[in-house]
């Protein structure tokens, strides 16, 4: 059985609902199982449709079936967790050659999450849990894994090493510090780890440190490289703006020598006409000084008439002479043109010479918050995207609160509308320290943050929040609490609240939930590595009222 079981995944025989492993099972038409109470409750939500659906293939019946115990399906269980194999963990959950191994598991051992230096043992997260649970054992002195356990334990009296004598530089028992090292400097070895604490922060922040100057100086470079190419586009812009001024320029001399041309030719024209015309009125002026002398009146008569008719004069009117005025008016326009362009580059230049690369000096790293007034100092506002949310969620105050509801919306067709999980992400993406609070009511809820590109459709791991690697979630019910990420669900314990605090520090790769009562009470740390900015997101619904609301804290 237990090999069988070795091969069994934990989704196997978990409730979709609660995430848990299933109590009092139950099978529905369709063939999915669910808790009792779960399937019970998603359909009280669904009572005034008088149709009941399937969380998962969404198929439909009507009218409300006959829920019966699967009491196969609830021997399994029971079974399993007998033989402790509730859920066969992911492979990267198993102990490899590197790696401390738990020393209760039996067959291939899980890897330690503490060791005890009273118990001499190391235990992974199942079988450490009495050690949290009772009494005598929650004295025992818990520890990151270890490997070497007994080198914890003095080798002379047989009793844990609780003290540093830091005149011989080692790790010694109390009996010891009255012994052989009397008199020396000791200090207890919970304070040398403190100080060890403190050289790891110190040697993290030189880290950290480096990889800032690093960030600067890929700014520096990125600066360079943006200023060389501006420079070299701005001459590229203003070469093409000096062509186009000289082709304008040789156009309008071009333009001005046609002209004058034309005006040219025209005046040579009408001058030349005027000059046959003197020169024909000195010929008949000619002939008639000469037929003036004549003393023959016959031979007077005879030529007068064709000596005395004169040719068509020029008309005068056609003659315009306006000296220095042909083309002021040219030289006008290309001056009203230049003091427009000067005008321009005026005030351009003004807005270039006011923009300016921002480059934000490293301000000194601030501590991270301890109280709820620093918190609240690192405060956002934060509302729901409508495109994301599902039909059967209902969006109010703001698109602050979202509530599931047994009618369904009439929201657009939307390529980010989630279309199987009841989700919805926040319209703003969250970078940097953000804070933010979150008061829910119901049955239970997920309180999350995802990437934006986390999928959308239907019901497979992507695209629900804490089943995958783009999102992490908080559920929050009635009874428990847990924390999901890609698909590995962890026990949270701290006090019930229905109000739950959520820190981000982006570039840290810290993200914190908190119960929120008369104090804050830290309910689960995340430390990683965010690679996109996150939209904060809420999981409601499998009864009719869950609500989730964004808390104003300005």
Not at 67 to 89: D, F, R, S, Y
Request: net charge neutral.
């Amino acid at each position: 059985m237990a090999q069988r079981g070795d091969q069994l995944d934990q989704e196997t025989f978990s409730c979709s609902i609660c995430l848990d492993l299933l109590k009092d099972p139950v099978t529905i038409p369709c063939g999915h199982s669910y808790c009792m109470r779960c399937i019970k409750n998603f359909w009280d939500g669904e009572d005034q449709k008088k149709i009941y659906s399937c969380p998962q293939c969404r198929r439909t019946f009507a009218p409300r079936p006959v829920l019966m115990k699967n009491t196969m399906l609830a021997a399994l269980v029971e079974q399993l967790k007998k033989t402790g194999l509730q859920a066969a963990p992911a492979d990267h959950c198993y102990a490899g050659p590197e790696d401390v191994a738990c020393d209760v598991c039996t067959g291939r051992k899980l890897k330690a999450f503490k060791s005890c230096l009273v118990c001499l043992a190391s235990y992974c997260k199942n079988h450490l849990q009495p050690h949290y649970d009772a009494a005598p054992l929650k004295k025992h002195k818990l520890v990151e894994p270890s490997k070497n356990l007994q080198e914890n334990i003095c080798s002379r009296h047989d009793k844990v090493m609780e003290m540093f004598c830091r005149t011989d530089q080692q790790s010694i028992c109390s009996l010891c510090s009255m012994d052989d090292h009397k008199g020396h400097n000791t200090v207890s070895a919970e304070r040398q780890r403190e100080l060890e604490v403190s050289r790891l922060n110190i040697q993290q922040r030189i880290q950290d440190r480096e990889k800032d100057v690093k960030l600067l100086q890929q700014e520096v470079e990125a600066v360079s490289r943006s200023a060389d190419k501006a420079v070299e586009d701005s001459e590229k812009i203003f070469t093409q703006l000096i062509r186009l001024l000289q082709k304008r320029s040789s156009d309008v001399k071009q333009q001005i020598r046609s002209q004058q041309e034309t005006e040219v030719s025209r005046v040579k024209e009408l001058q030349e006409k005027l000059q046959q015309e003197i020169t024909e009125l000195k010929r008949k002026d000619a002939e008639l000084t000469q037929l003036s002398h004549t003393e023959d009146h016959n031979q007077f008569l005879h030529n007068y008439p064709s000596v005395s008719q004169l040719s068509e004069a020029t008309d005068s009117s056609s003659i315009n002479i306006c000296p220095l005025r042909y083309f002021e008016d040219v030289t006008a326009a290309v001056s009203k043109l230049r003091d427009k362009l000067q005008d321009i580059l005026r005030d351009k230049w003004t807005d270039i010479s006011l923009t300016r690369t921002e480059v934000v000096s490293l301000p000194e790293p601030e501590p991270e918050p301890k109280t709820r007034a620093d918190f609240l100092k690192y405060s956002c506002e934060i509302t729901l995207d409508p495109n994301t949310v599902y039909t059967y969620l209902f969006l109010s105050e703001g698109n602050r609160k979202v509530e599931f509801t047994s009618q369904q919306q009439s929201y657009s067709s939307h390529p980010d509308r989630f279309t199987g999980w009841y989700q919805v992400l926040s319209r703003e993406s969250l970078t940097g320290r953000c804070y933010w609070e979150v008061v829910w009511r119901g049955t239970g809820v997920h309180v999350a943050v995802a990437y934006k590109n986390i999928s959308r459709a239907g019901w497979a791991k992507e695209s629900g929040f804490g089943r995958n690697d783009k999102s992490w979630a908080l559920h929050c019910d009635t009874y428990n609490y847990h924390f999901l990420f890609n698909n590995i669900k962890t026990r949270v314990s701290g006090p019930r609240s229905c109000r739950v605090g959520v820190y981000l520090d982006h570039r840290a790769g810290i993200l914190s939930f908190y119960s929120i009562n008369e104090t804050m009470t830290l309910l689960h740390r995340v430390q990683t590595a965010f690679t996109q900015p996150l939209h904060a997101g809420f999981l409601v619904g499998n009864k009719y009222g869950d609500t989730a609301e964004l808390c104003k804290l300005k």
